[in-house]
């Protein structure tokens, strides 16, 4: 019986080493699925879809590694030496390995079925690396770093799909993944204090806003020019976004759940609603012949 019981919490605190929660990131994938038309084809969905499945792969076997290098930083943190399945002892550093190598098999077989998408995410993988050991110390550059990841998501849907990244679709998703990337830091900073990571040394508060405003502007604006100019029908899609934009910044001064987006959508019932009717209105205006 102790057996079955450590069988199932080792297991259960390996699931949550691959946080599957912020998998929800990786949608992103699915943005030219939807924006090229392409999702009334179900050989296109099930392209994207598999895309997806190898960037939550990927993604997991990054949060792994993070582990890995902070375990020791964790397991002095009052909230994540308990949440943290390799901090607080739930999973050992011997069976996080074999996970690791797994999920890494995986993405490596993966390279047989979607070539282009593969060397996308491995992109992906050198650039967390690359953050985890000397990019995410680098002020401005940590930022930038965390958004091209969401961009490179969207590039893998693209990849999947054979199709180009419109220069609409990559500025506003760059804009608004700095955008996410500013506020994470932001509330980093105001939640936690300098102290807490060593790049926050090199901004302020008021810094980090302005950068937040610029980037959630520009997200605003190139959004609004791709939907005037390329597709007018989908203008009723605007008013989401503002709204969207407007709720998730009153979530992050009311609650401090910036400093992890999937955290805020899954907490608020109403910016969680607002993404889903803003995903359905696109998809209906887009559908071939009908509107």
Same mark, same amino acid.
């Given at each position: 019986?102790?057996?079955?019981?450590?069988?199932?919490?080792?297991?259960?605190?390996?699931?949550?080493?691959?946080?599957?929660?912020?998998?929800?990131?990786?949608?992103?994938?699915?943005?030219?699925?939807?924006?090229?038309?392409?999702?009334?084809?179900?050989?296109?969905?099930?392209?994207?879809?598999?895309?997806?499945?190898?960037?939550?792969?990927?993604?997991?076997?990054?949060?792994?590694?993070?582990?890995?290098?902070?375990?020791?930083?964790? /397991?002095?943190?009052?909230?994540?030496?308990?949440? /943290?399945?390799?901090?607080?002892?739930?999973?050992?550093?011997?069976?996080?390995?074999?996970?690791?190598?797994?999920?890494?098999?995986?993405?490596?077989?993966?390279?047989?079925?979607?070539?282009?998408?593969?060397?996308?995410?491995?992109?992906?993988?050198?650039?967390?690396?690359?953050?985890?050991?000397?990019?995410?110390?680098?002020?401005?550059?940590?930022?930038?770093?965390?958004?091209?990841?969401?961009?490179?998501?969207?590039?893998?849907?693209?990849?999947?799909?054979?199709?180009?990244?419109?220069?609409?679709?990559?500025?506003?998703?760059?804009?608004?993944?700095?955008?996410?990337?500013?506020?994470? /830091?932001?509330?980093?900073?105001?939640?936690?204090?300098?102290?807490?990571?060593?790049?926050?040394?090199?901004?302020?508060?008021?810094?980090?806003?302005?950068?937040?405003?610029?980037?959630?502007?520009?997200?605003?604006?190139?959004?609004?020019?791709?939907?005037?100019?390329?597709?007018?029908?989908?203008?009723?899609?605007?008013?989401?976004?503002?709204?969207?934009?407007?709720?998730?910044?009153?979530?992050?001064?009311?609650?401090?759940?910036?400093?992890?987006?999937?955290?805020?959508?899954?907490?608020?019932?109403?910016?969680?609603?607002?993404?889903?009717?803003?995903?359905?209105?696109?998809?209906?205006?887009?559908?071939?012949?009908?509107?």
């Amino acid at each position: 019986m102790s057996n079955q019981i450590t069988f199932k919490t080792s297991l259960y605190g390996l699931i949550r080493l691959m946080r599957p929660k912020q998998w929800v990131k990786n949608t992103f994938v699915f943005a030219p699925l939807i924006f090229s038309g392409l999702f009334t084809n179900i050989t296109s969905v099930l392209e994207t879809f598999l895309a997806a499945i190898f960037f939550c792969i990927a993604s997991s076997a990054i949060y792994i590694i993070n582990d890995f290098t902070d375990i020791e930083y964790d /397991r002095k943190h009052p909230v994540k030496s308990k949440k /943290r399945p390799l901090a607080s002892g739930q999973v050992s550093k011997s069976q996080a390995t074999v996970l690791l190598i797994i999920l890494c098999s995986i993405l490596f077989s993966g390279y047989f079925i979607q070539p282009s998408v593969i060397l996308i995410i491995t992109g992906y993988l050198l650039l967390n690396l690359a953050y985890t050991f000397v990019l995410k110390h680098q002020p401005v550059i940590d930022i930038f770093s965390i958004a091209i990841g969401f961009v490179l998501r969207v590039y893998a849907g693209a990849m999947s799909l054979s199709i180009s990244v419109s220069s609409w679709m990559f500025v506003t998703t760059l804009c608004l993944a700095l955008f996410l990337a500013a506020v994470k /830091r932001r509330q980093e900073l105001v939640e936690n204090g300098k102290e807490s990571r060593k790049v926050l040394e090199h901004y302020s508060a008021s810094l980090i806003d302005r950068y937040a405003e610029m980037s959630a502007t520009g997200a605003l604006l190139f959004y609004s020019l791709f939907v005037m100019t390329t597709q007018p029908d989908m203008i009723l899609t605007i008013p989401f976004v503002i709204f969207g934009l407007f709720r998730y910044w009153l979530i992050v001064e009311s609650t401090g759940e910036g400093e992890s987006p999937t955290d805020a959508l899954f907490s608020d019932w109403q910016l969680l609603f607002t993404t889903i009717i803003w995903a359905i209105v696109c998809i209906w205006m887009l559908m071939p012949g009908g509107v």
